[in-house]
């Protein structure tokens, strides 16, 4: 199984990411997509894909961060112009397989919304023009995310939105565009809505991650993540569509290489 989205350069795991890769490994993860966040994440995400060829990366700027590249009313600064350029210049790596990640944010709000906006369709036109898909991060936004994204477009390789929460509306808009679900951790909470809209997708449209060191799923909830957990989520997924977890593996890991490797078709 391929975990399609983790941060092994994260501090949480001390330098020490190729270790915990090792450690995935011997739990049956055959694949990592290191997602960055800002440049000096995205820059660590080149050096670890350069490290290990089952790990890939992405570059992107985080909602989180848009600051970086507009400023509180929306408009890019020189700095973020810079920024992007940087970014395209890291796309050009054939190890790097999307932009990201990027969106929207107003769970947290940690940048003005004006910002987030502007720095997402800078990054979208920035996908488009490297030829890449985008890895998306969505949280407390989908009645805005959705018009947003029709209007700027979607790049022609599409994309996934990672740590899926959106509701039946959001399922279906995505399925209509081509776009994945990133089905995570949160699968296995009790609370979580996230079973029904894994049924309602199919297996055809999942991706599988970890997000770690984040969304620990069951029973390692308050514990530093590891993608040596996929597995957990899988089983759950395969639970949830009633499947046996080697055909939901085969899919998803198909899913991955027809999304991000622009190998292949998206059935196994
Ligand atoms: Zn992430």
């Given at each position: 199984m391929i975990d399609s989205h983790v941060h092994l350069d994260r501090h949480e795991f001390g330098g020490r990411g190729l270790e915990v890769a090792e450690r995935a490994r011997a739990a049956g993860v055959g694949g990592f997509l290191n997602v960055g966040y800002d440049l000096p994440s995205s820059r660590a995400s080149v050096e670890l894909a350069a490290a290990a060829p089952d790990i890939w990366a992405t570059v992107g700027v985080h909602p989180h961060d848009a600051l970086q590249l507009a400023d509180a009313e929306g408009r890019l600064h020189a700095e973020g112009r810079a920024l992007l350029e940087a970014l395209a210049t890291l796309a050009?790596?054939?190890?790097?397989v999307a932009i990201g990640e990027i969106g929207l944010d107003?769970?947290?709000?940690?940048?003005p919304r004006p910002a987030q906006r502007a720095a997402l369709a800078a990054q979208l036109e920035l996908a488009a023009a490297v030829g890449k898909p985008v890895v998306f991060h969505v949280r407390d936004a989908w009645a805005e995310i959705m018009p947003f994204v029709d209007t700027c477009g979607l790049p022609p390789r599409r994309g996934v939105l990672h740590a899926f929460s959106g509701d039946e509306a959001v399922v279906d808009w995505a399925l209509a565009r081509g776009l994945r679900l990133g089905i995570g951790g949160?699968?296995?909470?009790?609370?979580?809505r996230l079973p029904e809209m894994v049924a309602r997708a199919g297996v055809e449209h999942l991706l599988l991650e970890t997000d770690a060191p984040w969304l620990p799923p069951v029973p390692h909830r308050g514990e530093c993540n590891?993608?040596?957990?996929?597995g957990l989520v899988l089983d759950r997924v395969a639970g949830i569509l009633q499947m046996n977890p080697g055909d939901v593996e085969r899919w998803t890991d198909a899913g991955f290489t027809a999304l991000f490797l622009d190998r292949g078709d998206a059935s196994p």
């Open positions: 050009g790596n054939p190890r790097v107003f769970f947290r709000d940690l940048s949160v699968v296995t909470y009790r609370q979580s590891e993608p040596a957990r996929l």
